[in-house]
């Protein structure tokens, strides 16, 4: 055995004796077609049996459609008895059960699929839209008869940092917290005079520091003072 | 090269050209095509230029003459392909490999060939009608097969034994 362009060949008289085909067929790369070329006019056993190869591809390929004629029709047959078998196979029921099966399956994918996710609430922050989970926010809400004395929203996990806005017409007050609840400063409370409408947002972080949640703008109206 | 050496060692021109021609020939018909009206020319040229070559002794034997002559016809190449695409500005490259079809000069040989090959085993046949026929690559038709690539190159090689033999008969 010799190696030729990495390939185990078989002994033969010259070891380029097997790229005589690749050649013929136009399967060899430039470089090692250049170096065949000239090794065909050094090597006259190459040479011959190129021609010989030559003149043999040249009448299978200008003769082949008559020559291989049982061939060609075998591999016809071939082809149309598999078709024939799977034709075959298929009866008008296995196309209704088939049908029947696209169309639950295309169901499944268009209908129930995207039911099962769960969205994510679409907000701005600085004007940029973030995906992001919603806050619910428990008390006050809607109208309250008292200044309120404490802030409530549904807890979003452990290790989350919760930021709380009051507004009037403008932000009032901000604070920070890991509870899911904060007591309003009296300094602040005094400030809310009844009557008025107010609204408070709470925006949840992760310990690193990103934003995960972010409630939505609630309005309250103190109907009365304490 | 012993044969275009003559005894006292010099190159002898007439064994030269006849041992090269067919070679130099079969390579310009590859490059140009055989239906090349100016084939035969080229090869002329480049026998004529051989011929002075070795006369003005510039050929030293710091190559094979095989290579000498093989380095004069690839240039030769080069220059008509370049000077054919200057004539014709859009002129499409010569295909390097004519259609195969072309080169059947022999008919009669041909025909000869065709009715040695369908006197072939069905197993030789088929290498021939996949590998060469359908040009199919030699791992398509040993997956084909179910044999090994290795085997393909045999049973073609194999297959043009036993043709050389029918032809002899």
């Given at each position: 055995m010799v190696e030729v362009n990495g390939k185990a060949k078989t002994m033969r008289k010259c070891k380029y004796e097997d790229l005589i085909d690749?050649?013929?067929?136009?399967?060899?790369?430039?470089?090692?077609?250049?170096?065949?070329?000239?090794?065909?006019f050094n090597c006259s056993h190459c040479f011959q049996e190129l021609t010989e190869r030559n003149e043999l591809i040249a009448v299978v390929k200008d003769k082949g459609y008559s020559l291989f004629q049982k061939e060609i029709m075998a591999e016809e047959t071939k082809s149309v008895?598999?078709?024939?078998?799977?034709?075959?196979?298929?009866?008008?029921?296995?196309?209704?059960?088939?049908?029947?099966?696209?169309?639950?399956?295309?169901?499944?994918?268009?209908g129930v699929i995207p039911s099962l996710r769960t969205s994510s609430p679409q907000f701005f922050i600085n004007e940029d839209l973030v995906r992001g989970e919603s806050i619910t926010l428990i008390s006050p809400v809607i109208d309250i008869p008292t200044v309120p004395t404490q802030f409530r929203w549904k807890s979003h996990g452990e290790d989350v940092e919760y930021k709380i806005y009051l507004y009037n017409e403008q932000l009032l007050w901000t604070e920070t917290t890991t509870e899911n609840s904060i007591i309003l400063p009296e300094e602040i409370r005094n400030l809310m005079i009844p009557s008025e409408t107010y609204s408070w947002q709470v925006k949840a972080y992760a310990k690193e520091g990103g934003l995960i949640a972010v409630s939505s703008r609630v309005r309250f109206r103190i109907i009365s003072t304490q | 090269m012993e044969k275009v050496?003559?005894?006292?060692?010099?190159?002898?021109?007439?064994?030269?050209?006849?041992?090269?021609?067919?070679?130099?020939?079969?390579?310009?018909?590859?490059?140009?095509?055989?239906?090349?009206?100016?084939?035969?020319?080229?090869?002329?040229?480049?026998?004529?230029?051989?011929?002075?070559?070795?006369?003005?002794?510039?050929?030293r034997g710091e190559s094979s003459i095989g290579t000498f002559i093989y380095t004069i016809t690839s240039r030769r190449i080069v220059d008509y392909i370049r000077k054919k695409s200057k004539v014709l500005k859009h002129a499409p490259e010569p295909d390097p490999f004519p259609a195969p079809h072309e080169e059947i000069e022999n008919k009669e040989?041909?025909?000869?060939?065709?009715?040695?090959?369908?006197?072939?085993?069905?197993?030789?046949?088929?290498?021939?009608?996949?590998?060469?026929?359908?040009?199919?690559?030699?791992e398509e038709?040993?997956?084909?097969?179910?044999?090994?690539?290795?085997?393909?190159?045999?049973?073609?090689?194999y297959s043009q034994k036993l043709l050389k033999k029918l032809i002899k008969k």
């Amino acid at each position: 055995m010799v190696e030729v362009n990495g390939k185990a060949k078989t002994m033969r008289k010259c070891k380029y004796e097997d790229l005589i085909d690749d050649y013929l067929l136009k399967r060899l790369p430039e470089s090692e077609r250049e170096i065949f070329e000239e090794h065909y006019f050094n090597c006259s056993h190459c040479f011959q049996e190129l021609t010989e190869r030559n003149e043999l591809i040249a009448v299978v390929k200008d003769k082949g459609y008559s020559l291989f004629q049982k061939e060609i029709m075998a591999e016809e047959t071939k082809s149309v008895s598999w078709f024939e078998s799977v034709r075959a196979y298929i009866t008008p029921r296995t196309w209704a059960v088939a049908a029947v099966s696209a169309a639950l399956f295309l169901l499944v994918i268009l209908g129930v699929i995207p039911s099962l996710r769960t969205s994510s609430p679409q907000f701005f922050i600085n004007e940029d839209l973030v995906r992001g989970e919603s806050i619910t926010l428990i008390s006050p809400v809607i109208d309250i008869p008292t200044v309120p004395t404490q802030f409530r929203w549904k807890s979003h996990g452990e290790d989350v940092e919760y930021k709380i806005y009051l507004y009037n017409e403008q932000l009032l007050w901000t604070e920070t917290t890991t509870e899911n609840s904060i007591i309003l400063p009296e300094e602040i409370r005094n400030l809310m005079i009844p009557s008025e409408t107010y609204s408070w947002q709470v925006k949840a972080y992760a310990k690193e520091g990103g934003l995960i949640a972010v409630s939505s703008r609630v309005r309250f109206r103190i109907i009365s003072t304490q | 090269m012993e044969k275009v050496k003559k005894e006292n060692d010099t190159l002898d021109l007439d064994a030269i050209v006849a041992k090269y021609r067919p070679i130099v020939s079969f390579r310009i018909k590859k490059s140009l095509g055989v239906t090349n009206p100016d084939w035969e020319d080229v090869v002329n040229e480049i026998i004529m230029n051989v011929i002075e070559k070795v006369k003005k002794r510039e050929f030293r034997g710091e190559s094979s003459i095989g290579t000498f002559i093989y380095t004069i016809t690839s240039r030769r190449i080069v220059d008509y392909i370049r000077k054919k695409s200057k004539v014709l500005k859009h002129a499409p490259e010569p295909d390097p490999f004519p259609a195969p079809h072309e080169e059947i000069e022999n008919k009669e040989r041909a025909e000869m060939i065709a009715d040695c090959i369908k006197k072939l085993k069905p197993k030789f046949r088929e290498i021939l009608y996949l590998y060469y026929y359908r040009d199919m690559t030699r791992e398509e038709v040993a997956k084909k097969l179910g044999v090994s690539p290795r085997r393909v190159s045999e049973r073609v090689n194999y297959s043009q034994k036993l043709l050389k033999k029918l032809i002899k008969k």
